[in-house]
Every structure is written in structure tokens, then in C-alpha cells.
Nanobody, 128 residues
Framework: QVQLVESGGGLVQAGGSLRLFCAASGRTFSSAVMGWFRQAPGREREFVAAITWNGASTYYAASLKGRFTISRDNAKNTGYLQMKSLKPEDTAVYYC?????????????????????WGQGTQVTVSS
């Protein structure tokens, strides 16, 4: 069984930065694709970024590339999402998720149905 716990969210001014954490229990984290998604009020959950099991490849939503960076430390069973130059439209609940395959399919990496394990989310609020 895998449990994911996100942290690091909070209130930040536009232009600021935040680093989100995803702490995983169990031994499957180090062999799984990890993804970050977000969901704003009244909107569908959307893909933010993903990383392969060994960190060799990363994937980003086109609109976020350059501002967000995904990484992981398998020795610590922890994943990260570094966010900079935050905008009010980045306000959302951010979720980490695991796809138990080591490498995602390119067409599926951004699909919520590819991920079988989810955390409870952490709120990020960006004020203008």
C-alpha cells in the first residue's frame, strides 16, 4: 500500500516561490512515475509535471515549463515541485500522484487515470 502526503503549500504573493513536497510511504515510490496535478475551484484537475522513476526524464504542461521544476529523491522517498514566478492563476490545490510503471506513455503522462495513488493535496494561494 502506498500513501502520499503533500506539504509546502501556503499563501504567497505574485512573483514569489514555493517548494512543494510529496512524502511517500512504502517501497514502490522509487520504481514509479511521480506526477503533480492541480485543481482550482470549479475546474477539472490538470496536469502540472511528471518525472520517471529514476529522474532521467521530466514532463511538463506546456504553459508551466520554465517556471515549475519537478524532482525527486528516492533515498528519501520524497518528490518535489519547485514553483517560481507564481501568478494568481496558479492558485489551486496541488496533488502528487504515482503511476506504478517506471516510465509513462507519452500520451498518458498527463492523464489522471494513469495514476493509481493520490495524496490529499496541499493548497497554494497566490495573491495579486
Amino acid at each position: 500500500q502506498v500513501q502520499l502526503v503533500e506539504s509546502g503549500g501556503g499563501l504567497v504573493q505574485a512573483g514569489g516561490s514555493l517548494r512543494l513536497f510529496c512524502a511517500a510511504s512504502g517501497r514502490t515510490f522509487s520504481s514509479a512515475v511521480m506526477g503533480w496535478f492541480r485543481q482550482a475551484p470549479g475546474r477539472e484537475r490538470e496536469f502540472v509535471a511528471a518525472i520517471t522513476w529514476n529522474g532521467a526524464s521530466t514532463y511538463y504542461a506546456a504553459s508551466l515549463k520554465g517556471r515549475f521544476t519537478i524532482s525527486r529523491d528516492n533515498a528519501k522517498n520524497t518528490g518535489y515541485l519547485q514553483m517560481k514566478s507564481l501568478k494568481p492563476e496558479d492558485t489551486a490545490v496541488y496533488y502528487c500522484a504515482l503511476d506504478l510503471r517506471r516510465i509513462p506513455t507519452p500520451e498518458g503522462v498527463g492523464e489522471t487515470k494513469e495514476y493509481g495513488y493520490w495524496g490529499q493535496g496541499t493548497q497554494v494561494t497566490v495573491s495579486s
